[in-house]
């Protein structure tokens, strides 16, 4: 009976047999790009002090730097070292969980990946962000001589973002631009990287990263990194008892 199908429809039919074989090929392609990113970024433990300068509507701009340490599965701690009012406050996070030290509180506080430690257009799961490939779904939407696209999706619960459009760089595999999503669709905000350079030894990464919000481009957020170093860290490190001390791992 094949030859009484309408031949747009055996077009289809043979346009979607071709996209479903190629389906797990494009996902190990997607996986593949994120690795390769990751492993170029940083190693599987390492620390950063960098510098956030927040941009408001009024023309004011705060600035606070931050030192963070992070270690693959999904462990990471951010302590604020500069300005003297927000000096000593810290966010863990292990998993899915995250907490806040605020100095003068006796207990830590549950916070979450959709707070923010300092404020601004960059939250918690901006600040905390380990391993690409290990926080989320990547999927292949196209790729050209310049750049590589990718859907990412959460692996986990408890992130901020829905979905993440990412575009990488087809010669060096830093990224490039990130769009982020609510669950509506919304755009939340878009970062850009700039400037890329070699760090700790053989890896690369983008020294300023520029974000404009989604609801309101007056917001403008840019993150300097300052230094980044490959370090092993005590397993006390990060757990919530030693959070209020987390400023001891500075050296």
Avoid: C
Wanted: proline share 5%; glycine share 10%.
């Amino acid at each position: 009976m094949m030859h009484l199908l309408p031949k747009r429809w055996f077009r289809m039919a043979l346009g979607l047999g071709v996209w479903l074989l190629a389906w797990p090929l494009l996902a190990s392609d997607a996986e593949e790009i994120l690795r390769g990113m990751d492993g170029k970024l940083h190693s599987g433990s390492w620390e950063s002090f960098s510098q956030v300068a927040f941009e408001l509507p009024n023309g004011r701009v705060n600035k606070v730097t931050l030192y963070v340490a992070r270690q693959s599965g999904r462990k990471a701690v951010a302590v604020v070292v500069a300005p003297d009012e927000l000096k000593g406050r810290a966010v863990l996070r292990v998993g899915d969980e995250v907490w806040m030290h605020v100095p003068g509180e006796l207990e830590v506080r549950r916070s979450g990946l959709m707070n923010s430690l300092v404020g601004g257009v960059f939250n918690n799961a901006d600040l905390l962000v380990g391993d690409w490939l290990e926080e989320y779904q990547p999927t292949l939407l196209k790729e050209n001589d310049e750049i590589r696209q990718l859907e990412l999706k959460p692996r986990f619960s408890g992130s901020p973002y829905a979905r993440m459009v990412l575009e990488v760089d087809r010669k060096n595999g830093m990224p490039l631009r990130l769009e982020q999503y609510d669950a509506g669709g919304g755009m939340i905000k878009t970062i850009h990287y700039r400037n890329v350079q070699p760090m700790d030894g053989d890896h690369l990464h983008p020294l300023v990263m520029e974000s404009a919000s989604g609801l309101n481009a007056k917001y403008r957020s840019t993150w300097q990194l300052g230094q980044m170093n490959s370090r092993e860290f005590p397993a006390e490190a990060f757990t919530r008892e030693f959070l209020p001390h987390a400023g001891r791992l500075m050296k």
